[in-house]
Nanobody
Framework: VQLQASGGGLVQAGGSLRLSCAASGNIFSINTLGWYRQPPGKQRELVASITNSGSTNYADSVKGRFTISRDIAKRTAYLQMNSLKPEDTAVYYC????????????WGQGTLVTVSS
């Protein structure tokens, strides 16, 4: 499975961005796709995830502001980010997880999101 993230950029606080994660290869080998982020100097954290059945989970810090979704036909997942805050500044990664696994084994390259105050 290959994952490619895009859509990052510079935005003012309060603004919005939509990240995309395009999947190719044997996408049927994964059943959960997640968005992680790594702020400067901090550890990577899971922001949101979505399963093949459409179940979603969010970190408390983004609930009500971020929405994860996917378009199966386009093999693409999205992260809609609204009401962005400077603390959302980070490199964002999409990742895929196989059924029955705890860890995410497939990773895309990161896309940088910078939120200015």
């Amino acid at each position: 499975v290959q994952l490619q993230a895009s859509g990052g950029g510079l935005v003012q606080a309060g603004g919005s961005l939509r990240l995309s994660c395009a999947a190719s290869g044997n996408i049927f080998s994964i059943n959960t796709l997640g968005w992680y982020r790594q702020p400067p100097g901090k550890q990577r954290e899971l922001v949101a995830s979505i399963t093949n059945s459409g179940s979603t989970n969010y970190a408390d810090s983004v609930k009500g502001r971020f929405t994860i979704s996917r378009d199966i036909a386009k093999r693409t997942a999205y992260l809609q980010m609204n009401s962005l805050k400077p603390e959302d500044t980070a490199v964002y990664y999409c990742a895929g997880r196989r059924p029955g696994r705890d860890e995410y084994g497939f990773w895309g390259q990161g896309t940088l999101v910078t939120v200015s105050s």
